[in-house]
């Protein structure tokens, strides 16, 4: 792949490796959520499963098969007034060691007046002495609903591996009918395994996961969600603007037990589109 020359934050030149956008319009038609437009640039690839009935599903492709410093990924998602998508990833997404720079990946969602959309992609893999920064960004009109998922793995334990220097900052801002309803910022590093190491923090767990639900149905699944989440992490609801709010968080020794307790906790709020068909134990 043809690298670029870019100025850093620091006003440096640093090597861009990869670059994508890929942007996703949806609109019902005819009764059935509809692809409208669909643009793709550099790395950034989507696929469209067949399907024969809502939610539209969309896979998500880095074709780099990876990121690392200097990396650039925009995915753009709107779903228009009473449509319904479900977004997932062809894979985890692995973020290498940073020789210099970070890797950024930034994602963007809207959904129109009673829509609904589902961000569910696979785990992002942290290797160590990673950089790397996520802003995600969603707009909800009037009684729009989206369920939100951002899970990470700090090494691969079963490949001898741990991410034990770095740096992690993931950022979430959502809006609902122009007000903020949910906010937070997740920074972790330069020391990954001594902060996770923490009883405070993680107590020694790689694996962590945020889930967030907007939706009327929110207050009501909490119990269940409990359930689910079991006594390594913990959720909580509460009722926002004319609809709720359910976060949910949720850590583990490895990915594959952090995935044991997704997998049901996605099927759950996922309603009848359930687990994306991707997704495996």
């Known amino acids: 792949m043809d690298t670029v020359e870019h100025r850093g934050e620091h006003g440096g030149i640093s090597t861009q490796r990869v670059a994508g956008v890929a942007r996703l319009s949806c609109a019902l038609s005819d009764g059935r959520t509809r692809l409208r437009r669909l643009y793709q640039d550099g790395a950034a690839k989507i696929r469209m499963p067949a399907v024969r009935a809502d939610p539209l599903e969309a896979v998500l492709i880095n074709t780099a098969g990876g990121m690392t410093g200097g990396d650039r990924i925009a995915w753009n998602v709107d779903v228009g007034a009473a449509a319904s998508a479900s977004i997932t990833t062809q894979a985890c997404e692995k973020i290498y060691r940073a020789a210099s720079d970070r890797a950024e990946v930034r994602v963007n969602l809207s959904v129109g007046e009673n829509g609904r959309i589902a961000w569910l992609p696979q785990e992002t893999i942290v290797?160590?002495?990673a950089a790397f920064a996520r802003t995600l960004d969603v707009e909800l009109a009037a009684g729009a609903e989206a369920l939100v998922l951002e899970a990470a793995v700090f090494?691969?334990?079963?490949?001898?591996?741990?991410?034990?220097?770095?740096?992690?900052?993931?950022?979430w801002r959502v809006r609902q009918d122009g007000s903020l309803i949910h906010a937070e910022d997740f920074r972790i590093g330069p020391d990954v395994a001594a902060t996770l190491d923490r009883p405070a923090v993680a107590g020694g767990a790689i694996a962590m996961a945020t889930l967030l639900l907007v939706s009327p149905r929110a207050e009501a699944l909490l119990d269940p969600v409990l359930e689910?989440?079991?006594?390594?992490?913990?959720?909580s609801a509460w009722s926002v603007k004319k609809s709720g709010k359910l976060l949910a968080r949720l850590y583990a020794g490895d990915g594959y037990k952090?995935?044991?307790?997704?997998?049901?906790?996605?099927?759950?709020?996922?309603?009848?589109?359930?687990?994306p068909k991707l997704w495996s134990l």
């Open 127 to 129: 290797f160590d002495r």
């Open 155 to 171: 090494g691969r334990l079963a490949m001898g591996e741990r991410a034990t220097q770095g740096l992690f900052h993931d950022r």
């Open 228 to 235: 689910i989440v079991g006594e390594h992490g913990s959720a």
């Open 258 to 275: 952090l995935r044991q307790r997704l997998v049901p906790l996605v099927e759950l709020l996922n309603g009848r589109a359930g687990l």
